[in-house]
């Protein structure tokens, strides 16, 4: 199972932050995208991605997680080279997370 | 639903949006109120280096189209607009919607620029700390063109309450466009936290405009959206206490759904328990959705603190140049030939002695946007290699390019589509000031 699965999710940003909010489709794998999706897991598999600090918020209201990515995009979308400046295209990549539900 | 309800619409939700379903909101929305969102981090930074060149500008450059295709109808339907199209000229934009509103025969219109939020002296005259990295705003004052506080919704409430039709802000907080009309119409204290956190949630919502309706969305197969050509942008109904059910305009492209509405929640957001605005610290940590029906969405939920004693401000400043080139290559070892061009472009560079700094190669369809450091599986049968990097000055950074282009008679074979361009950077960096140093004030003209 992958993350695309059981969520969506919406990439923005602030300044040379990347927020990604990851949101389940049904409330019951709420409590697995907590288990599975951590604030390391995302590191890891950002590999090329320069993460000074990240920060993990819950809304279990929502069946949401708030990823605070900071550094993420290199000085912020009016200084940044990339070509993807404002890391639109970042949350996507999440979506072939192995997800485990054991 | 009972009780008295405000109907506030989002015409816009950046600088470049689409103007049609604004219209459709305005003839088909029984809007009271209709919101244009157009100002995004660095967009007053460029506004006012437009401004220098010619003083008569420095607003957004679709005002007048927005202005000629809303005002009539708006005007005959009693919609009130408020927007924050004045980016660094609000003044300037107010006196050519004057303009406007007498080209089209609506006399009488009443137009409110508020302003106060341009602070570029008082930053300039002091040493404020940047919350966004190290240093002052000394560091780069040589450079600095704007520096604009973002203000609550003050103004706003004022100039509503100075019966303008139309109200033209420079830098407000995006939420405060929707705030603003919510606590002229409620009569909310300024000291309300609770209501005006919830009226910051209804603002939040409604602000990226097609956003909430299906826009930014779409994945096919998993999260289809129909008739997203022809996106209709939301409205919502507030209440007096600040819930609010969201809807759109019958007949109008996409979907308004729970899902949308979540999605577009966090949109933006750090901590959702402390979303800092002028007007409030708005907590987002008990909002819940609920579908009413077709494309009906309830809103509830959302409490709000103190506001702060700060306002954030943002600073533009030029930062040299950057420059870019892109060239394509296809077929059986696409990959290698654009390695091969990026490393050409990269020695070209440092032979010749061209001042770059920060340059960054890659392959678009290989490793330009992905981040995860994976291979694909198998090779793409087309690639584009870009070059970017930045320079200090206009004729080193079209260097770069013209090294990409001088690829296809001096690189690998088989390149094709080369582009070459410069942008001059203006960045922007973050300060705080305290705001008893920011005092927002209202010109009015009638057209």
């Known amino acids: 199972m992958i993350l695309r699965d059981i969520a969506h999710l919406r990439t923005g940003d602030k300044g040379d932050i990347s927020q990604i909010a990851i949101f389940v489709h049904a409330a019951e794998d709420y409590e697995l995208l907590v288990r599975c999706v951590t604030a390391e897991r995302i590191v890891a598999h950002f590999a090329d991605l320069p993460i000074r600090a990240i920060r993990r918020y819950e809304l279990p209201g929502i069946g949401a997680l708030n990823f605070v990515l900071e550094g993420a995009l290199r000085g912020g979308v009016t200084r940044s080279l990339a070509l993807d400046a404002h890391g639109k295209t970042l949350g996507a990549q999440l979506l072939d997370l192995v997800i485990d539900p054991f | ?447």
């Open chain 2, 1 to 447: 639903m009972t009780g008295r309800t405000i109907r506030i619409g989002a015409g816009a939700g950046f600088s470049g949006d689409r103007i049609e379903p604004a219209l459709e909101l305005v003839e088909h929305g029984a809007l009271d109120y209709l919101a244009f969102e157009c100002l995004a981090e660095r967009t007053i930074a460029l506004a006012q280096a437009a401004r220098r060149v010619d003083p008569a500008v420095g607003f957004d450059p679709l005002l007048e189209s927005r202005m000629r295709a809303v005002l009539p109808a708006a005007r005959s339907r009693g919609v009130k607009i408020v927007t924050n199209m004045g980016a660094a000229n609000p003044l300037g934009a107010a006196r050519l919607v004057t303009r406007i509103a007498r080209a089209l025969g609506l006399h009488g219109v009443r137009i409110a620029a508020v302003l106060g939020d341009d602070v570029l002296d008082i930053v300039r005259s002091d040493r404020f700390p940047l919350v966004d990295r190290a240093g002052t705003s000394r560091d780069i004052e040589p450079g600095m063109v704007s520096a604009n506080a973002y203000l609550g919704a003050e103004g706003i409430v004022a100039a509503l309450a100075g019966q303008a039709d139309v109200v033209i802000t420079g830098r407000v907080g995006d939420p405060a466009l929707f705030l603003g009309p919510l606590i002229h119409g409620f009569g909310w204290a300024m000291d309300d936290w609770d209501r005006l956190g919830r009226g910051t949630v209804v603002g939040h919502l409604l602000e990226c405009a097609g956003q909430v309706t299906g826009g930014y969305f779409a994945d096919p197969g998993v999260k289809d959206v129909p008739g997203l050509a022809r996106l209709g942008f939301p409205f919502a109904d507030v209440r007096e206490d600040g819930t609010a059910v969201l809807g759109k305009v019958a007949g109008s492209g996409g979907c308004l759904s729970v899902a949308t509405c979540k999605e577009q929640l966090l949109y933006e957001i750090l901590d959702p328990a402390a979303y800092l605005q002028a007007d409030v610290v708005a907590d987002f940590r008990t909002v819940a959705f609920e579908q009413l029906g077709a494309d009906r969405v309830a809103v509830r939920g959302g409490t709000g603190r103190a506001r702060p004693d700060t306002l954030k401000v943002s600073i533009g400043y030029e930062d040299g140049f950057v420059g870019e080139g892109q060239i394509s290559y296809a077929g059986p070892g696409a990959v290698a030939r654009g390695r091969l061009a990026l490393a050409i472009v990269e020695e070209r560079l440092r032979l010749t002695g061209v001042p770059v700094t920060d340059l960054r190669t890659e392959l678009i369809g290989v490793d330009s946007i992905d981040r995860t450091g994976r291979q694909a599986g198998t090779e793409p049968r087309e690639v584009r290699a870009r070059v970017a990097g930045r320079a200090p000055t206009r004729a080193a950074a079209e260097r770069i390019g013209a090294e990409v282009e001088a690829l296809y008679t001096n690189g690998p074979f088989g390149g094709g589509g080369a582009v070459a361009a410069v942008r001059d950077v203006l960045a922007v960096a973050s300060t705080l000031i305290d705001r008893t140093r920011v005092s927002p004030s209202v010109h009015y003209e009638v057209a």
